[in-house]
């Protein structure tokens, strides 16, 4: 895939939460705000590694 995600891991909320060090309804904010890309999986989310570095990335910058 040329999107980059053919080598992306998904990860489940929690796993996300766990990895930002956040509560799990801040990572469904996120997601809801649009500001952390998600795919849905029947009832639930899944966000690429990808997705997570890169928010994190953005986030750090912005704070400098």
Do not use: W
């Amino acid at each position: 895939m040329a999107n980059g995600l053919s080598k992306a891991r998904f990860l489940t909320v929690q796993e996300v939460a766990g990895l930002m060090r956040v509560s799990s309804m801040t990572v469904y904010r996120l997601i809801k705000a649009g500001e952390l890309p998600a795919v849905r999986v029947g009832r639930s989310f899944r966000v690429s590694d990808v997705d997570v570095d890169a928010y994190l990335a953005s986030r750090y910058t912005q704070a400098g």
